[in-house]
Every structure is written in C-alpha cells, then in structure tokens.
C-alpha cells in the first residue's frame, strides 16, 4: 500500500528527489515518469571521527554484519566460510545480527569457530571493524549499505556481490573485492588468496578510508543536502 499509493504521491509532488543509491535514482525516475531535472545522488554518510583505523590489535575475523535473511544472504555468507575453512582453518568467523535464518550458526559451531552476537553497541562497533580482517556482505539485493562505509572508514576491506549500489562505494581490486557468484570455486579461491595478501589487505584498507574521507564523511554529505535546500530557499 505505502509505495503503491503514498509513495507515488509523495514522490510525484516532491519538489526535489535525493537518493542514496544512482541506481535506485535511475528506477524510481522510470517508475514515475519524473520528468523534472531536480533529482540528486547524496550517499550516505559516515563519521570518519568515530570509525577509524585504531592502534593495531589483530584484524583475526570474516564477518557478517546485519539481518540474518535470504534478502542479506545469509545462508550464502554461511556456505561460503565452510569453503574458505576448508582451505585455512586459522580463519575465525563474527556474525553480528539477528533474523530468521539464526538458525543456522548453532549447528554451523560445531565444526567452525563462529562468534555471534545479536547486537553490538553503535559506539562499538569500531571495535568489530578493527579486529576483521575483512567484513563480507553476501546480499541478493541491496541499496548502499552503510557497512561498507563504516568498514572502509576503518581500513577494513570488504568483500560483497556486486549487486545493487554496491559498486557505486565498493572498487573491485582497490578497496575490496565484488563478486558475481560467490557458489563458483573461482571466488573462493580468489577470496582466500586476497584474506592471505597482506600487502593487497593494507593498500585496499588506505584506498577505502581515502574513498570515504573524499566522497562519504558527514561534511562532505552534509554540504550537499545544503546545497539542495539552498537552491529552493534561493
């Protein structure tokens, strides 16, 4: 009902559309056949403050972060480090979030040394991207996430499909990897070559940090929802 009857009014009779995604941009344009040009691409935005590189205390972990469900593909999340333990069994594996497919860590820990967590504190969660050596997001579908942000804002690389607006934050071999098919044996092989590349592990974490202070910090964002208002104001 929302996006059928609200949503298209709303949208319709905006003054102005910002969308965090150029993707989503582009399709909600086509939907509605908007055919006004006052339509703008602010991403999200992330406190580069608070979500840093800290003094270096063993990035040890493969983690998921975010709704256990198909959407988020958390059952390929799963699927995938059983393969990656297969090749290395000094990988240790974080899940932080809840959903309907929590089911499968409890059977998954007895042969994987998975830590999981429900929630985690906002303020500490920079504590969870200093100590992953790289954080995987397996979605089907998805807009921007705010994780990659906040990951690469810490140096930590991230591994995601190549899906949606990811690619829009996420440079394949500069500050991460994207993956078409994570089922395909030549993903986790390139996975586990690129978790045992230091050098590439530590140019890919300064890349994502340079990204996200140039284009994602909240000044730079903030400044262009300015601009928008100041626009109409004028």
């Known amino acids: 009902f929302f996006d059928k009857w609200i949503g298209s009014f709303t949208i319709k009779t905006a003054d102005a559309l910002i969308s965090v995604s150029k993707k989503d941009l582009d399709i909600i344009k086509k939907r509605y056949n908007i055919r006004h040009n006052n339509n703008y691409y602010i991403p999200n935005g992330v406190n580069t403050e608070i979500f840093q590189k800290k003094k270096e205390t063993g990035k040890i972990f493969v983690t998921f972060i975010g709704r256990l469900s198909y959407i988020k593909g958390f059952d390929i999340y799963m699927n995938v480090i059983k393969e990656l333990y297969k090749y290395d069994k000094d990988l240790n594996f974080l899940i932080i979030g809840k959903g309907p497919l929590k089911k499968l860590i409890k059977p998954a820990q007895k042969t994987l040394p998975i830590l999981h967590s429900d929630f985690y504190p906002y303020e500490k969660m920079v504590d969870i991207y200093n100590q992953s050596k790289v954080v995987l997001i397996t979605s089907r579908f998805e807009g921007v996430p705010t994780t990659i942000l906040e990951s690469l804002a810490c140096e930590t690389p991230v591994i995601a499909s190549n899906v949606g607006g990811i690619s829009e934050v996420l440079r394949n071999d500069e500050n991460g990897l994207l993956i078409k098919d994570f089922n395909a044996k030549s993903a986790i092989s390139k996975i586990i070559e690129f978790l045992h590349d230091q050098d590439k592990l530590s140019t890919f974490g ?14 730079v964002v903030i400044d262009k929802i300015e601009m928008v208002y100041k626009n109409f104001i004028s």
């Open 206 to 219: 300064r890349n994502g940090r340079n990204l996200v202070l140039k284009n994602f910090s909240w000044d």
